[in-house]
């Protein structure tokens, strides 16, 4: 069982997530500083058997960079076009999107189809990361294309919430808000940013609808956190 989470940023999709593996057994890519060492299997928290992953996730890298190239060229391309940000952002953008693609190959090397991996902000949210900065409307096209690429999910969790709800927990975070809202914190470019995140998260959802995807929309303004944690786990294919 594959779920991942997906949202504007502040929204609350790390609270939720959290929240969900309080209270089911999921395997996740929290708690470690490097995404591609995250995967919490019990033994693999030792020296040798991080050294093995490692040399795992390198190992995938090339063979996503070999198997994938119209995927990594639409990353690069779409990373690199956001020419008003600068060249250390875009590679930043980049690297996450294929890192998100790596962790997921991993996982479903190292686990059967049975075992449940969460993944918050993984490949589906990080065509909201690659496509919404763009300061006009985001290429639907290319959207779509960069979607054609991802790995099959069983759910997928848009999460939202007003632009001022979201603006305030960004601000409250102990690590600060996100680089693009450091680098560009007018209210103009925030705004558009939002509004782009959720036109993608819309058409993300109707694409992997149509893949067989269920996704499941929540505004955390509106619901409590313990009744929207019960509409993801009723949402997930098998009981707790």
């Not at 190239?69 to 391309?77: A, D, G, Q």
């Not at 049975?114 to 990361?129: K, M, Q, V, Y």
């Not at 300061?135 to 939202?160: A, G, R």
Request: aromatic share 6%; hydrophobic share 40%.
């Amino acid at each position: 069982m594959r779920v991942e989470f997906a949202g504007v940023p502040g929204s609350g999709k790390s609270t939720l997530a959290s929240q969900l593996l309080r209270s089911y057994p999921f395997i996740s890519p929290f708690a470690l500083p490097h995404p591609l060492l995250r995967l919490p299997l019990g033994p693999l928290r030792h020296h040798a058997a991080r050294s093995l992953l490692r040399h795992k996730s390198r190992r995938l890298t090339k063979a996503l960079r070999r198997s994938a190239s119209p995927l990594i060229e639409l990353v690069h391309h779409t990373a690199h076009a956001h020419v008003h940000l600068p060249p250390s952002a875009r590679r930043q953008f980049a690297a996450w999107t294929l890192d998100s693609f790596t962790l997921r190959l991993l996982a479903d090397e190292l686990l059967t189809n049975h075992e449940p991996f969460l993944n918050d902000e993984g490949t589906a949210h990080r065509a909201i990361t690659l496509f919404a900065d763009h300061p006009s409307l985001p290429n639907e096209s290319l959207i779509l294309d960069y979607l054609s690429h991802l790995p099959p999910l069983d759910l997928l969790v848009i999460v939202d919430a007003p632009d001022q709800d979201c603006l305030l927990r960004i601000q409250r975070r102990s690590k600060g808000p996100p680089r693009r809202f450091q680098l560009h914190p007018d209210p103009h470019t925030i705004r558009n940013y939002f509004t782009n995140a959720r036109r993608i998260a819309s058409l993300t959802a109707r694409y992997l609808r149509s893949e067989g995807t269920t996704v499941l929309h929540l505004d955390t303004s509106r619901t409590d956190p313990n009744t929207s944690l019960d509409l993801v786990t009723n949402a997930l294919p098998g009981p707790p």
